[in-house]
């Protein structure tokens, strides 16, 4: 069984950088899409930034400010998170796709306040 946990949320003031961290254990193969999505309160959870194959997604409200890498030998996906607003804050999860399963981490709560 595939699981994904997160790390490196927590508060932040505007303007300012977190990054995130999800591991993917219980495989050793690698996902096809792998990625972070994102629940602010009240609102639907959407996508943020996802590598599918080679190509990496960005939500258009993170373009410029925010960067997915990965590291394949710790089956770990990172975000980097600059210049951030209040908007960003919400719940990030990862998640991955390994053919027709769907995966996701429990979240990590970012909050971006002064």
């Known amino acids: 069984q595939v699981q994904l946990v997160e790390s490196g949320g927590g508060l932040v003031q505007p303007g300012g950088s977190l990054r995130l961290s999800c591991v993917a254990s219980?495989?050793?193969?690698?996902?096809?899409?792998m990625g972070w999505y994102r629940q602010a309160p009240g609102k639907e959870r959407e996508l943020v930034a996802r590598?599918?194959?080679?190509?990496?997604e960005y939500a258009d409200s993170v373009k410029g400010r925010f960067s997915i890498s990965r590291d394949h030998a710790k089956m770990t996906v990172y975000l980097q998170m600059d210049s951030l607003n209040a908007d960003d804050t919400g719940v990030y999860y990862c998640?991955?796709?390994?053919?027709?399963?769907?995966?996701w981490g429990q979240g990590t709560l970012v909050t971006v306040s002064s």
């Open positions: 219980g495989t050793s193969y690698s996902p096809h899409v």
């Open positions: 998640n991955a796709l390994y053919g027709p399963s769907n995966y």
């Open positions: 590598y599918a194959g080679a190509i990496i």
